[in-house]
């Protein structure tokens, strides 16, 4: 049984910074796509990045430049580090899982995803 376990969110002043986690386990992590997405109500879940490797990532423009992904295989963690936060950052935010398919596009599309988290709530104040 897969489980993906976020943590880390809460709230926080605009231009803070802020570590997310994802604890994976149930699957071999090292062969999954990790990816972080967010939602706010009404809304779709929005691409924020991804990783395959540790030299592979990609950030969505909303947060490239201020937010770096990284993963320990050993661990089986995904890591979300984000900076000089906004309040258009104000979201839950999801960790979700996927095997890699060799079309890296793929992978800012919540459709590609098998596994999700639960989420956790960040909250930007300004």
């Known amino acids: 049984q897969v489980q993906l376990v976020e943590a880390g969110g809460g709230l926080v002043q605009a231009g803070d910074s802020l570590r997310l986690s994802c604890a994976a386990s149930?699957?071999?992590?090292?062969?999954?796509?990790m990816s972080w997405f967010r939602q706010t109500p009404g809304k779709e879940r929005e691409f924020v990045a991804f990783?395959?490797?540790?030299?592979?990532?990609s950030y969505a423009d909303s947060v490239k430049g201020r937010t770096t992904i990284s993963r320990d295989n050993a661990k089986n963690t995904v890591l979300l580090q984000m900076n000089n936060l906004k309040p258009e950052d104000t979201a839950v935010y999801y960790c979700?899982?996927?095997?890699?398919?060799?079309?890296?596009?793929?992978?800012?599309?919540?459709?590609?995803?098998?596994?999700w988290g639960q989420g956790t709530q960040v909250t930007v104040s300004s």
């Open positions: 990783t395959w490797s540790r030299f592979s990532t």
């Open positions: 979700a899982a996927a095997t890699w398919s060799g079309v890296a596009t793929r992978y800012s599309n919540q459709n590609a995803y098998k596994y």
């Open positions: 149930g699957l071999t992590f090292s062969n999954y796509v």
